[in-house]
């Protein structure tokens, strides 16, 4: 029996990878080259810390020593800063089509919902979406250690909800492939949100939340467990 939803953020609540993107591809700019997209695909569901490294390599600065611990750390709250600016202007509007709608048909079957996302961003992004009333738990990358695909951030939600929820009773709805991976290292279900050729490790894969019903889906898992 499913007792726990658990969402991952960016990705499935909301697409804030485009203002990722945009800050990064600054940082980038100002270090003399391009970013591409592509290269950002890399960046999903990845820390800040990592994604920093991942830019630099991609720019050839790869090499230890290239930049000091204070210079990269400067860079990553540079990019911070920027991306900060970009989300404060965000709105509902911004939520992606179905998942509030999700959300409530889930919480109406009694089943407990958290958010487990590895943004440090998380409490801004939720007050401007104004859905944190949607969720029973929020563990964010304030409250853990180890990032995806380590297990630790939707562990902590499972125990956060109480009630002993084990994680064969949580599934998990993750977009990056390192969500995806922590969530079955941890040993819960899980559902991709985006397209099966990326998210090889989810039991089931959609595009999204449009036209997508809970029970639906719990139907699907119980049929591929
Ligand atoms: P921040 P999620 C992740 O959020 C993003 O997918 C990833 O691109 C970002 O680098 C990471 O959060 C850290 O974000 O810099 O705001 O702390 O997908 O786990 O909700
Ligand atoms: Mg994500």
Not at 55 to 69: C, H, I, Q, T, Y
Not at 157 to 173: D, N, Q, R, Y
Not at 209 to 224: E, P
Request: glycine residues 12%; aromatic residues 8%; contains cysteine.
């Amino acid at each position: 029996m499913i007792r726990a939803a658990i969402f991952d953020l960016d990705g499935v609540i909301v697409d804030t990878a485009k203002y990722h993107y945009r800050a990064w591809r600054r940082l980038a700019r100002e270090l003399g080259f391009e970013f591409t997209e592509q290269d950002n695909e890399r960046l999903k569901g990845v820390s800040r810390g990592r994604s920093l490294e991942i830019l630099l390599e991609v720019g050839g600065f790869g090499k230890e020593g290239a930049f000091s611990d204070v210079q990269r750390q400067q860079m990553a709250d540079r990019k911070n800063g920027w991306y900060v600016e970009y989300v404060s202007g965000m709105t509902p509007a911004e939520i992606l089509p179905g998942a509030v709608e999700f959300l409530r048909e889930v919480r109406e079957d009694g089943v407990r919902t958290a958010l487990g996302s590895a943004s440090k961003n998380t409490g801004i992004i939720l007050d401007r979406l104004k859905i944190g009333g949607l969720f029973d738990a929020v563990v964010d990358g304030t409250m853990v250690s180890r990032t995806k695909p380590d297990p630790e951030v939707f562990l902590t939600c499972a125990s956060m909800l109480g009630g002993g929820i084990l994680p064969t009773e949580c599934v998990v709805f993750e977009d990056a492939e390192a969500g995806v991976r922590a969530a079955r290292a941890g040993g819960m279900h899980c559902v991709g949100i985006g397209s099966s050729e990326t998210l090889r490790e989810a039991e089931l894969v959609v595009s999204g939340f449009a036209g997508v019903s809970w029970k639906g889906v719990k139907n699907q898992l119980n049929t591929v467990r």
